[in-house]
């Protein structure tokens, strides 16, 4: 065995960050999210902004228009505005020159620019889904661009975008669709044929972002919930003992190196370069995808002066983990964010699609459906949240909530992304564009008991879309709180037809009941993080019913924000009460098959009456 050289890079590393700047002062600069082939919001007035010499003169050619600004004698920032415009598909140049410096940016086109907010889901590239290779192979969309903003986040509201965090927007091809966020990818495809016009897509969704970490700053003190979060936050920062956490971080780093060294790396199992330790699990106050207004300071809010359509928002795993398992201060936190979005980019309309947390975890089965409906429930409320969170704004007709809890794949990444940005161009087609397609939405109107079984009444038909007309994924409980898989069945009605004899299904009234829920009081559907709820909306493979519990039964949550959500012991005692509930069940339809079974034998046995 031959050992390879490990190279401590932290060192590199920590000269790069000590070295990375802004510009060179009296440089010629442009804010980083405008390049070549962008596309420009139409029919808002057209802001470009930069740095250059202070107190020097800037011109910015824009087509035929031109606009000059003074650089300021501070920062030397400048900016230009220019009248708003309508669609344009052909492509345009924007000249900027000061002194003897000039920016050329080519390419340009003007339509509707939205922006792809969340985490990884999000983010997931198109190159990775099922049917991806189709996708791509119908990628030549010459109108549909795309601009990548990298893992930014920042304790403090930042001016700029870093080079190396911005990738510059790119042409949807067959080559470069690969890379794009795939539900923007589908989102921003289906707008563009429809509306026929250019469309952006801006991806500044971040892996492991929290809800907190994307809400501005100014809005925590709108509310006691979101003002403790932040004060915890400030004083965690202030007692942050840097010296002994660079100790602490050299000391792992040299003991990370004596075992690389010490252990080495088998001749030619890996290619010839230098083996690294992993950064990503050592967090800076205030530099955490889970800090306050981090991701929004160096990914969103940093480009606040440009004018947009609207936001896709798809987030939620790193807030529905159990320790950090909040729903009553995520849904606080959902309104003040759309709140504060919509202030800072001066667009009190702003229209805003939450696609609910998708998945991750072990998928709802019949088998185990006790385990994932009693343990493990974040996900759940947590899409509870996103869409009370999002109706406490008041704003129907500029906001959407798209479910999404209907993959049923295992793991923290489903592939199935195509179904989730279709679904949100959908809403957006109707809700905002004001076309006539497919999008609409029922409600529970009551759920009343009925003896032995709970009675439930929706506004618009639920069904199964595949015809089965079997109704899946609800749990039933009485005042014990211990929920039983449902079994479900439609209520009958009169056939209207011309024979008026025949009974037919009343696809809005759902009887639910359970051997084991003598006196049921509550009712819950699709309540796991993977859930097995089978209706549609009208029956409509793209409108599943969002999920919906009629009890009051939160999960325990704090006040204190140091203090973990849901301790240890707590989740393994749910666990086990959990598992102990699905063996319950288990054995009483086990039962109840054996009595069936010697009724039948029973009955095949009884000799027929003579007569």
């Not at 791509?136 to 903003?149: D, F, K, N, Y």
């Not at 795993?317 to 320790?323: F, P």
């Amino acid at each position: 065995m031959r050992n390879r050289q490990f190279i401590p890079s932290l060192w590199v590393l920590l000269t790069i960050g000590l070295c990375a700047g802004g510009a060179t002062a009296g440089t010629l600069k442009i804010h980083g999210i405008f390049s070549s082939n962008m596309v420009i919001q139409r029919q808002k007035p057209i802001k470009i902004w930069g740095w250059a010499k202070a107190g020097g003169k800037v011109s910015v050619q824009f087509g035929r228009e031109k606009a000059e600004a003074a650089a300021d004698g501070k920062a030397g920032r400048w900016e230009v505005t220019f009248p708003a415009r309508e669609g344009d598909a052909n492509d345009q140049k924007v000249t900027v020159t000061s002194g003897d410096e000039t920016i050329e940016m080519e390419n340009i086109v003007i339509g509707d620019v939205w922006v792809m907010n969340g985490q990884s889901n999000m983010a997931f590239g198109l190159g990775k889904t099922f049917r991806s290779d189709l996708e791509a192979a119908t990628a030549h969309l010459p109108l549909l661009r795309e601009v990548r903003i990298s893992a930014n986040e920042h304790y403090t509201l930042q001016e700029d975008l870093p080079a190396e965090k911005v990738s510059g927007w790119n042409v949807s091809t067959p080559r470069t669709a690969g890379a794009f966020s795939a539900i923007g990818y589908a989102f921003g495809s289906r707008l563009q044929r429809a509306l026929q016009i250019p469309v952006g897509i801006i991806d500044n969704a971040r892996g492991g972002a929290s809800i907190e970490s994307l809400v501005p700053r100014h809005k925590f003190q709108d509310h006691p919930l979101a003002a403790r979060y932040a004060a915890w936050v400030e004083k965690r920062r202030a007692e942050f003992d840097w010296d002994a956490a660079v100790k602490r971080l050299v000391a792992r780093w040299e003991k990370n190196v004596a075992q690389q060294r010490e252990r080495g790396v088998p001749e030619n199992k890996l290619p010839p370069k230098p083996t690294r330790k992993n950064l990503r699990s050592w967090s800076i106050p205030g530099k955490s995808p889970s800090d306050a207004a981090s991701c929004y300071n160096g990914m969103f809010g940093v480009f606040k002066g440009l004018n947009i359509k609207g936001v896709l928002f798809h987030q939620g795993y790193n807030n529905a983990m159990g320790g950090v398992c909040r729903p009553k201060r995520y849904r606080v936190l959902m309104k003040l964010m759309v709140e504060g979005w919509r202030e800072d980019f001066k667009d009190p309309n702003l229209p805003v699609g939450v696609i609910e947390f998708c998945a991750g975890s072990i998928t709802q089965s019949d088998d185990n459906f006790e385990i994932w409906s009693n343990h493990r429930t974040g996900g759940a409320f947590i899409r509870e949240a996103q869409r009370l969170g999002l109706a406490d704004l008041k704003d129907p007709t500029n906001t959407g909530f798209i479910p999404a809890y209907d993959q049923q794949i295992p793991g923290l990444h489903p592939k199935k992304k195509h179904f989730h940005g279709v679904r949100a161009a959908r809403w957006a087609l109707k809700n905002v564009y004001g076309m006539r397609v497919g999008w609409d939405t029922a409600e529970l109107l009551s759920a009343k008991r009925d003896e032995d079984r709970m009675v439930l009444t929706f506004d618009k038909p639920v069904m199964p879309d595949d015809m089965s007309m079997v109704p899946k994924g609800f749990g039933i409980a009485d005042k014990s709180g211990r929920f039983y898989r449902a079994h479900a069945a439609y209520a009958l009605k009169r056939d209207v037809g011309i024979w008026n004899t025949t009974k037919v299904c009343d696809t809005k009234t759902i009887y639910l009941w359970s051997p084991l829920v003598k006196e049921p009081v509550a009712v819950r559907y699709a309540w796991a993080t993977s859930p097995m709820g089978n209706l549609k909306v009208n029956g409509q493979p793209w409108q599943p019913l969002h999920s919906f519990r009629t009890d009051t039964w939160d999960l325990p949550e704090p006040d204190d924000p140091s203090q973990p959500a849901m301790s240890r012991e707590q989740g393994r005692q749910m666990e086990r009460d959990s598992i102990k509930y699905c063996e319950q069940r288990r054995m009483e339809e086990a039962k109840r098959a054996v009595e069936i079974l010697e009724r039948l034998k029973t009955l095949g046995k009884e000799k027929p009456k003579d007569g």
